[in-house]
């Protein structure tokens, strides 16, 4: 299944390749993670250049298949606009299209459906602040009410007005989605998000009184997190990730 890669490499500038490179390493690590939905959900990233491109997984491939040269570049309507052997799944990418074409500064949008964050969508107090990673999730979060398939275009304006200027979605009885300028800022967030819902199930789990985290100190912890984590700490976490990746299997490179 996978395109051959000097074919693909050649046809685009260093900066897209190198885009393609990080964007298929976030793929891989999502599955690494077991975050993975067999061939569903997506994480996409716009492609360098003046146009409304995007680069988005070949539908039918799992996560830990693909490769940079097998991502799909697309419009906004979800066409291809490179020559590939593979096509993507267009109803997918309506979540993704509509954040893209709103948001400037969200380049990565990561979408996934993992058990514990769909667990915490379905709870009506959504993520509750019990713990610090949950204090950095709800430090710019966001909600958007459940309506079915993302399939109607008719539903992009209230999702867009929902997620804001915020960099974390809780989809209600769907799943999580964050947002960053590059796919370690989206990974790294997607990371702290999907772990405080698993903490918060956790703790659910153990059946005692839960111990909120008080108001004032959720009202500083967005400029705490700049300082601890450098601006949500990618560019130290992302390096190490790729070099993880490429301890186990250089192949997402191609």
């Known amino acids: 299944m996978q395109a051959k890669t000097a074919a693909v490499r050649d046809l685009v500038s260093a900066e897209e390749w190198q885009v393609r490179v990080d964007l298929a390493a976030a793929y891989r690590i999502v599955a690494l993670l077991g975050w993975d939905d067999l061939i569903f959900t997506h994480i996409s990233h716009r492609a360098p250049g003046p146009d409304h491109h ?27 606009v490179m020559d590939s052997p593979f096509d993507i799944n267009p109803a997918g990418f309506t979540i993704h299209s509509a954040i893209h074409e709103s948001r400037e500064d969200a380049l990565c949008v990561m979408h996934l459906h993992t058990d514990n964050g769909i667990a915490v969508s379905a709870q009506k107090n959504g993520l509750l602040p019990i713990s610090q990673p949950s204090l950095f999730a709800l430090a710019s979060l966001a909600y958007h009410d459940y309506e079915g398939l993302a399939l109607n275009d008719d539903e992009k304006p209230r999702l867009v007005a929902d997620l804001g200027e915020k960099k974390n979605l809780i989809l209600r009885n769907h ?36 111990i909120p985290i008080a108001k004032p100190i959720l009202a500083g912890i967005e400029a705490q997190a700049k300082v601890v984590t450098k601006g ?10 790729l070099r993880k990746l490429d301890r186990l299997d250089t192949s997402y490179r191609e």
Do not use: H
């Open 54 to 80: 995007f680069l988005i997984n070949p539908y039918g491939m799992m996560f830990d298949e693909i490769i940079a040269s097998s991502l799909v570049k697309i419009d906004l309507q979800g066409r291809k």
């Open 175 to 210: 799943g999580l989605l964050t947002v960053g300028a590059n796919s370690g800022e989206a990974f790294l967030a997607m990371y702290n998000l999907e772990r405080a819902c698993r903490i918060q199930v956790m703790a659910q789990a153990g059946g005692g009184e839960l």
């Open 232 to 241: 949500l700490g990618a560019d130290l976490v992302w390096p190490g990730i």
